[in-house]
């Protein structure tokens, strides 16, 4: 039930993040959740290659570069997933940071209550 919340959660934060960021756009809530799907496993299979490839980036920038990583992702994925397009790096940067920080602010609001 936990991932059905977050797959659906995120399906909606990304539509919000097309409705918000010009260059950003998703079909249909149907495309949105395959959209999740896409972003979610982008990030659990290629972030951590690019994060330990970009350490020292990371390092010299102290920690900004993980932003340009965060956009990457979002970008690859929008290039993976049908019915979800980026139009470029500028919305994939803003993009990638609104559906970010809307996915930590649900997860914080809704699934930590469940620990404290």
């Not at 960021?21 to 972030?47: D, E, H, K, Q, W």
Request: glycine share 8%; proline share 4%; net charge positive.
């Amino acid at each position: 039930m936990y991932l059905i919340a977050r797959l659906v959660l995120n399906a909606l934060a990304l539509m919000l993040v097309a409705y918000l960021i010009p260059g950003v756009t998703v079909t249909s809530f149907v495309m949105a959740l395959f959209a999740a799907i896409i972003i979610g496993l982008v990030n659990a299979l290629i972030r951590p290659l690019l994060q330990v490839l970009s350490f020292p980036v990371t390092i010299l920038t102290l920690g900004l570069f993980t932003l340009v990583i965060n956009a990457l992702m979002f970008w690859i994925a929008a290039a993976l997933a049908p019915g979800f397009s980026v139009s470029g790096f500028g919305p994939a940067f803003w993009g990638g940071l609104v559906f970010s920080v809307i996915g930590w602010a649900t997860n914080s609001a809704i699934f930590d209550r469940k620990h404290h």
